[in-house]
């Protein structure tokens, strides 16, 4: 249909498109509104008059992504149809600014579809992470994990599925599933908190699972909104914040001064990092 | 443009149109995103499915308005560009849940635009609503608070104009503008939180200059969701609220029973309202 | 210890009391700020001067909640630590405007605490609530659904210790664990959306498991801001919302007319409600 | 009064006291909850066990502070009252999450108070900062908009006074002053969302008039909770966020490669930034 709105031909391109995640989950984009030329012409009322062309509108976006000039990103929307297990939909949610309406298991009955993680993901738990995972786990052990979460997954299944026939109520027999049960939902946020998102889901400290989802997002927003991605990209997703510490040990370094963990007054960890950072 | 979205032709026949305001305000609307059909969307991937015709998605639509099931209202979004008097923009950005790029006094300069009450409006205090105004006051001196009003803010415009000549930053100049000066914003908000704006600021109680834009904007909504609208309106803009006492009196009244205000536990004020509710 | 701030002495006694609910959860105040006082005094410096005796409060108080003057009731805070089922974290973190610090079973080990309903619990499906629970089943039938959820409990609870022993990563061993485990938080958050989380999960409409919780934290309520409490029962809690057409019938039964569903414009379901609500 | 919840002696002592700000505004503390143990112990629920002693408990904090785990600091809560002019109340309120209730000027008198900047506050048009101030004016300038800002002030109150006499209702009377009058608020957020509103608002791009009150929030903040206090000047208000470009081009000048702005792809301006964070 036709429509005097912003379009963007690109993104028109793959509205309803299924983007397949992990073994039965996927992302489609369902709606959206606005583009770079709105985050453009938001900053434009708040902060002046500019000029048109394309060149200054990535550079008045690359200035509002630097600045934390976060309002005017907040004048794109989008939506998203989301299948996810419950596990992630748990740390997904935590995302407060955003609207959700979830497939409801007091109405509805859950197919039987729950998450296998693949070999590769069977891994142990990390040292240096409390929270991550460290190396893969032998093929053995890696078959019995899989086999396990099989068996209970669909034996869990079956007394859900027996306690329905038997007339209970869906919102108590429902409890006895797996966290890696499938859910979906709508899920619909703005560009801004769309990015937050983004930056701490695709992150390598979020779990695979959600991480995964994150990237496919991320994906979306290049065909979206080119420009913001790429501020994005520079200004925050492979940007680093210094700690003033930091900061003092670079102008040492750059002078050509030596320094040390010690006189630095970083902790290990930080002065770790920093060196990283550093390619040290 | 073509577009796979959902289109509301009514609403696109006027986007960018001017809904005047006042003396010299504006609503425009720039975006949408959704319409009935993407509540009804929402509320079936929550509740279930369901048939599709028209008039099912209204009972639908209906049931979710009486039962307060708002998260569906949520996936409808839209922006406008509005202009108004700084103070009607100082009780309009109460509503927190909504996204916002004002123009900026300190980037750039204000226009000599301010908002003066036509006679109707120059009305005395009231005396039983702290908050608002009573009848209207004499010819006479309806002209002088005119004329007051336009001398003050030609005056202190001068001075803000004279202060910008020689120099002295804008941010500092423009603390010296009555107001009643006109700013302008972009205003992008989800139907749920735009119709609780309504609901507060279309409302009787609500300042005469914040009440126009509110009625404005609640006209607009009924070309761009006009089930939604019904069913606000039903459910909503037009019930009332009774109290567990209310409801005790009401009860007793329908039944053919007495009743006063003293076996209520109403308060006077209290009592009155019920009453005028009740038509007695 | 000493304190200059406002004291509820009512709530000091019951500060980290455990608030048993369900089989294994609780409920617990950590801590809190302002009191009915609070309110009060919030509403006054928004609305000018008033006097000051205990009945003039609650006359002021019972007028917030009439007139949904919602933010003085924003000005306290209230934090707990509660211990609930992961099913019914599910829901009660719907509720958006609350900060919360979950127990994260990515660092740390889940307890084998899971929750089992008892007898009184394993109802039917209702017929006319597509959500909720009908009649109680056969004491038969109730006693294979807790041996059922049980057995299930407990052998995903196997297979996780397993996964740990064998060193799997703690993030993916616990999402074979079945949505009745306990987890546990602190949530924090104002009155105000306490009181509206109260309102919709404490209504009869609401899942067992998640009322329980809300009925418990009500009781801490009437505790902590007595005229607030009061406010709310009348004014929210035991109130209703009469719709323009339930109004319409309602003023002519008080006018002793006659009225039937077929004028009314109701649906069936509505005029039942109306009809219930009048006694009738 | 005794209480069982977490107290601070420190911020005790200057409950109620006024800090004064400009010309006539101040800051006062009404009320807290929580301290620095309350961002550790809801760290501590949410990462697992931890030990207790202090220094421990500080680096727990600056953990959270340096990797954006912003969570714990949700957990502290406080309330100020602020007298404030009109135009810094305009810009503090963008900051959405926080919950205000302000004097209303439709149910009370405003006082005959409004700010004047000092000699030193009257400065030039920024040439380099479209939205700020250069260097200091002239005397003689100074003086005059001294006088015109409070010539007009004070004539603007004379029309405000004589419409109220006349019983024109005080929400008309009132558009009337202009923007630099004093108004005042309750105000209450919880300690992420303070320290949020300090690193945007104390930063040597807002304007000053609103960058003294951040900075006397600040400094009661360091009597708070002094350990997040150390974090957010170390990990945030002293801290620098670099681009992907801006560390290529460190890394290349802590190895001794020579590096020019042409090669580095960064603007003119993003360089100068780079280069005075270096000392350069």
């Known amino acids: 249909m036709k429509t005097r709105r912003v379009v963007v031909p690109e993104l028109e391109k793959v509205l309803h498109k299924?983007?397949?995640?992990?073994?039965?989950?996927?992302?489609?984009?369902?709606?959206?509104?606005?583009?770079?030329?709105?985050?453009?012409?938001?900053?434009?009322?708040?902060?002046?008059?500019?000029?048109?062309?394309?060149?200054?509108?990535?550079?008045?976006?690359?200035?509002?992504?630097?600045?934390?000039?976060?309002?005017?990103?907040?004048?794109?929307?989008i939506k998203f149809h989301v299948k996810l297990p419950i596990f992630v939909a748990r740390q997904w949610i935590r995302h407060r600014t955003a609207s959700i309406n979830e497939y409801s298991a007091r109405y509805s009955i859950l197919d039987k579809e729950f998450y296998i993680p693949d070999d590769s993901q069977i891994s142990e738990q990390s040292?240096?992470?409390?929270?991550?995972?460290?190396?893969?786990?032998?093929?053995?052990?890696?078959?019995?994990?899989?086999?396990?979460?099989?068996?209970?997954?669909?034996?869990?299944?079956?007394?859900?599925?027996?306690?329905?026939?038997?007339?209970?109520?869906?919102?108590?027999?429902?409890?006895?599933?797996?966290?890696?049960?499938?859910?979906?939902?709508?899920?619909?946020?703005n560009l801004h908190n769309l990015l937050r998102f983004v930056r701490l889901r695709a992150d390598e400290h979020a779990q695979y699972e959600i991480r995964v989802y994150a990237e496919t997002i991320l994906n979306i927003v290049k065909f979206w909104v080119p420009l913001t991605y790429n501020a994005f990209v520079e200004y925050c997703l492979e940007a680093k914040t210094l700690s003033k510490s930091a900061l003092n040990v670079i102008r040492q370094l750059v002078n050509g001064q030596e320094v040390s963990r010690e006189s630095s007054g970083m902790s290990k960890r930080e002065w770790n990092d920093v060196m990283m950072i550093l390619g040290k």
């Not at 200054?56 to 929307?77: K, S, V, W």
């Not at 019995?144 to 209970?168: C, M, Q, W």
Request: charged share 25%.
């Open 18 to 77: 299924d983007y397949k995640v992990l073994d039965h989950g996927f992302v489609r984009v369902i709606d959206y509104m606005g583009d770079d030329s709105s985050v453009v012409q938001a900053a434009r009322v708040s902060y002046g008059k500019g000029t048109k062309h394309v060149n200054q509108d990535a550079g008045l976006i690359n200035y509002l992504m630097r600045h934390f000039h976060t309002t005017p990103f907040e004048m794109c929307e």
């Open 127 to 189: 040292c240096d992470n409390a929270q991550g995972r460290g190396k893969v786990l032998s093929k053995e052990f890696s078959q019995e994990v899989i086999d396990l979460l099989k068996h209970d997954a669909t034996l869990t299944y079956n007394s859900y599925s027996r306690f329905l026939e038997k007339g209970l109520a869906r919102e108590i027999s429902r409890i006895n599933l797996t966290l890696n049960y499938y859910t979906q939902w709508y899920w619909k946020v």
